[in-house]
């Protein structure tokens, strides 16, 4: 327990779907913490509810058919979860921006990309048209896009994937918020312009002093980029810790199968080429989760206990948290 | 730039479009059996063939088909769409006398039907299980089943003779004085009725389509990102939202021109509104070839005049639209 508050605090927040096949249980007592100038990763398949722990920050749980059930998220120690929607709009693009997947969908078709940035600015900093407009140009060149002045008159079908995903992050960043939450920002880009926009964060971050949740797949990226790490599967944290302890000494099998599927390009590759490893099977439905640990179904090394309880997320050898029986000791209670 | 060209290309496009319309309509009543001199004939209570063929001869209708087209196509492009027999009056004047109150009641009901079909798809799609959303439905049910005539004389029933709140038709009270306010007010006052009949077919369309393109795009990444970036959510439904959803409607109305035209005729005869719609029914009655032409002629003009000007509208409200 530290003595100040984190800047971002996420402390048991549990969010639940009403769907046809039951209630799913899409985030199980998550929490997660994130200190200015830190970028925390967050990893995990798809469906195991990294999306949803961006939305429920935001304040987005999409009502009905999601409820945040219980927990609290703080940002500077204000709780956000009831907050009333007027308030919690004023913090949504001012002091928590967010870049979305979806570049290509996420910018509205039918307003310029100028008008869009400069759009959060008038909203939250009261600037007249001209100054919001002024701001807009000057976050384009933020991003590194050339051109700046006739950039921001071009509507987002004129720009390429790329450059759209730096107009999202001029609009997330326009307002300096405290926290920047980036939901696999660059999943649906080409690997060179991945390269950038990582690039182009990390910049971003130095200059701005900015907190990142960096929401993404990739095991490469959060090794490169990330300060600490939280696992997620099936709708809770399993592995949480600093990026060198977690991916040195990864304790959960979720993780160290996540970690052992990053392919590797090898300069001179041996004749016998290693089998790429796969994690077995998939992510369970969340309506159907059973007693015990969602990933014993998957898992390589279950107890009996994996199957009638769920580990709780406590702290291994190294420091770093774990939610698993056979990490933490084996059978013993 | 391109946005004149494009207007420019679609002007052209029109011209062609209503010289063939003008041919078309004019070989089709050449085709009809039946001309004026029929009329005349019968109104004088018959006459042999000699004077039947005196009388076409002085409408020109005993040339042939090809002389009888060009003589009619030369006189529209000097503005020139013949005489009415019946009403004893130049066609053209005839047309433009009862256009602007065809154009009144036409344009008023769109603008009802768009304006408030909109607001109320959106309504609707906002809260999916609220009473707006049965509203439309409703109606939707109710402007689809009920043909205008019948709503015109159920309004009849209900506002002139039961509670007698509006006039029963006509466009201006004669006994009314006063400057061009009062009259204005007096022809609004008028064009209640009406304008409600008309609009309620259209109003039942507008609403459902503005209901499920809003429905579509409030599920959207962008109104997502809008709402991230902290946009109230009247602007996220109301600006964000709306502009994209409005395409559908707009290009709907453009298409819908031509049948609210001919939902107009019913309308007038039903109200006796002065408008084109009541000189259609009497000229035609009258076997008038000149008037009929003069008439299609006129609504032809207006709806590609309409169709160019949603093609424009379009293109401002959606930037993604080119030029084509």
Excluded at chain 1, 43 to 61: F, H, Q, R
Excluded at chain 1, 256 to 272: F, K, M, R, S, Y
Excluded at chain 2, 127 to 138: L, M
Aim: aromatic share 6%.
């Amino acid at each position: 327990m530290s003595m100040t508050d984190p800047l971002l605090s996420v402390e048991d927040i549990v969010v639940d779907f009403q769907t046809r096949a039951g209630k799913a249980r899409v985030l199980d007592h998550v929490s997660l913490e994130v200190e200015s100038g830190e970028i925390l990763g967050i990893v995990g398949e798809s469906g195991c509810g990294k999306s949803m722990t961006a939305l429920s920050i935001m304040g987005l749980v999409p009502d009905p058919p999601g409820r945040v059930t219980s927990g609290s998220i703080r940002l500077d120690g204000v709780e956000l979860v009831g907050m009333d929607h007027e308030r919690l709009r004023r913090i949504r693009g001012k002091d928590i921006g967010m870049i979305f997947q979806e570049p290509m969908s996420s910018l509205n078709p039918v307003f310029t990309v100028g008008e869009q940035i400069a759009e959060s600015v008038r909203l939250h900093e009261n600037a007249s048209p001209r100054a919001a407009m002024d701001r807009a140009i000057a976050m384009l060149r933020a991003v590194e896009i050339p051109e700046a002045e006739l950039r921001a008159r071009a509507y987002p079908h004129q720009l390429s994937g790329g450059m759209r995903q730096r107009v999202m992050i001029a609009i997330a960043l326009a307002c300096r918020p405290r926290v920047l939450i980036a939901d696999e920002p660059t999943t649906a880009l080409d690997t060179t312009v991945q390269a950038q926009i990582f690039d182009l964060l990390q910049d971003l971050q130095s200059d701005m002093g900015t907190a990142i949740i960096l929401i993404t797949h990739d095991m490469g990226a959060i090794a490169e980029l990330a300060d600490t790490v939280a696992v997620m599967y099936a709708g809770r944290v399993v592995e949480k810790g600093t990026v060198e302890t977690v991916l040195s000494s990864p304790q959960h099998p979720y993780t160290q199968g996540l970690i052992t599927c990053v392919p590797h390009l090898e300069p001179d590759p041996p004749a016998e080429r290693s089998e790429l490893m796969e994690i077995p099977g998939v992510v369970p439905a969340l309506t159907d989760l059973g007693r015990g640990c969602a990933f014993a179904p998957r898992c390589r090394a279950t107890i009996d206990r994996c199957g009638v309880e769920k580990p709780a997320l406590l702290p291994s050898e190294d420091a770093h948290l774990t939610a698993c029986w056979v990490a933490q000791g084996g059978a013993q209670r | 730039m391109s946005l004149w060209r494009t207007i420019a290309t679609r002007i052209g496009y029109g011209v062609l479009l209503l010289l063939a319309v003008l041919v078309l309509n004019f070989t089709l009543i050449s085709v009809a059996p039946g001309d004026i001199a029929d009329s005349i004939a019968g109104d004088m209570g018959g006459a042999d063939a000699e004077v039947m063929d005196e009388i076409r001869a002085r409408y020109g209708l005993d040339q042939p088909f090809f002389v009888q087209l060009w003589r009619y196509m030369s006189g529209v492009f000097t503005l020139d769409l013949g005489y009415s027999y019946f009403f004893n009056t130049p066609v053209t004047e005839l047309v433009l006398e009862r256009l602007p109150a065809t154009l009144l009641l036409v344009f008023s009901s769109q603008i009802i039907a768009i304006a408030l079909g909109t607001l109320l798809g959106v309504m609707a799609a906002k809260n999916p299980t609220g009473i707006v959303n049965v509203v439309v439905s409703f109606l939707a049910l109710f402007g689809f089943a009920a043909p205008v005539f019948w709503t015109g004389i159920l309004l009849i029933i209900a506002f002139v003779s039961v509670f007698p709140i509006f006039p029963v038709g006509g466009m201006q009270d004669v006994t009314v004085e006063g400057g061009f306010f009062i009259k204005a007010l007096d022809v609004l006052y008028h064009l209640i009725l009406p304008m409600i009949t008309l609009s309620s077919i259209y109003l039942a369309l507008y609403s459902r389509l503005a209901r499920a393109s809003m429905q579509e795009v409030l599920g959207a990444d962008y109104v997502r990102t809008a709402r991230a970036k902290g946009v109230p959510e009247r602007s996220v439904l109301y600006k964000h939202a709306l502009k994209n959803a409005l395409g559908p409607v707009i290009t709907v109305a453009g298409l819908q021109f031509a049948s609210v035209i001919s939902g107009a005729v019913v309308v007038e005869t039903v109200f006796s509104w002065p408008g084109l719609g009541t000189l259609a029914l009497q000229s035609i009655l009258a076997r008038d070839t000149p008037t009929i032409m003069g008439i299609l002629f006129y609504s032809s003009l207006v709806v590609i005049a309409f169709n160019i000007l949603t093609d424009i509208v379009l293109r401002l409200v959606d930037p993604r639209i080119k030029a084509g």
